[in-house]
């Protein structure tokens, strides 16, 4: 079925639910022309909960049929699928998440190259947040040097020290979501300050972030590009170095948000397949459960 992301289609199903609303039983009939070719399509309904133990309704389900080479990622809710494009799906996790959130402030921390700027941006958006890269703002607080310039010509310090005053302006405020720089975590008064929000981490394989920075350059990395030899080779050794440093740190996060298991749900081999959009849907996910708990 060569069927885009877009392209939707409406089936009447019969459902029947108990009272408690946890279990889902539905049937649908697809056209012949549906049956003839396999492909991944998820379900999203809702369902208003009923006085009486059990009841039975025809409801307008929409479909979003993808074709298996299509990158627009799903996922799954516990064992119930639920799904329109990633799109709606986010737009609706924002809506739902946003009474829980009470404006508190969102700092996503991880290892450089792990994509806290993108998702930060498409959370921000979302959730009507206004968006702050602390790298960014350290260098505006020296004058618009850059931090690898900072790193060259006054010590990693400095520029630690410089971070930890931004943030903690930062933490006096409402509505932001906050990309952190990747070494961040190692002050434990930076957590003081992030704690007053909700700090989520952003967990990929280091193989997935040599891979990446190394194609798209380190020289604005200053912890990496000092090292002769192969690039990659190079970046993920160094990535190894950071990590036995700061991995313990990362896990003081409110939530975690691991590629490896998105990756399990969508059924990828590879943590680079997976969309940004999908990234920050299970952020929200997970930032739901935890202040649902």
Not at 93 to 109: A, D, P
Not at 233 to 257: F, I, P
Request: net charge positive.
């Amino acid at each position: 079925m060569s069927a885009k992301a877009s392209q939707c289609m409406q089936f009447s199903v019969s459902i029947a639910s108990e009272r408690t609303l946890r279990r889902k039983e539905c049937s649908l009939q697809f056209p012949r022309r549906c049956r003839e070719e396999r492909f991944p399509i998820l379900v999203s309904s809702y369902l208003q909960p009923k006085k009486d133990l059990a009841y039975h309704s025809s409801v307008a389900l929409k479909l979003s049929c993808y074709p298996q080479n299509n990158e627009a990622s799903v996922l799954e809710s516990g064992t119930y699928p639920a799904t329109f494009d990633e799109a709606v799906i986010l737009k609706n996790k924002s809506e739902e998440i946003e009474t829980y959130l009470q404006g508190r402030c969102i700092y996503l921390v991880g290892m450089m190259g792990s994509g806290k700027t993108t998702v930060g941006k498409i959370l921000s958006e979302n959730l009507g947040y206004s968006f702050s890269d602390s790298d960014s703002l350290i260098e505006l607080s020296v004058g618009g040097t850059t931090v690898t310039d900072i790193f060259k010509f006054h010590g990693e310090s400095f520029f630690r020290d410089n971070e930890t005053e931004v943030l903690k302006k930062l933490s006096s405020m409402q509505r932001l979501v906050v990309s952190t720089g990747g070494g961040a975590v190692i002050r434990p008064i930076n957590w003081r300050h992030m704690q007053k929000g909700i700090s989520v981490w952003l967990d990929v394989p280091l193989e997935a972030l040599a891979r990446r920075l190394t194609s798209v350059g380190t020289e604005s990395r200053p912890l990496l590009h000092n090292e002769s030899g192969d690039a990659y080779a190079k970046t993920l050794k160094r990535l190894c170095t950071l990590w036995e440093d700061r991995s313990e740190a990362y896990t003081k996060a409110s939530v975690r948000v691991s590629l490896e298991n998105i990756a399990a749900k969508l059924g990828y081999n590879d943590v680079c397949n997976i969309t940004p959009t999908a990234i920050a849907i299970e952020a929200l996910v997970q930032i739901e459960y935890l202040l649902k708990k």
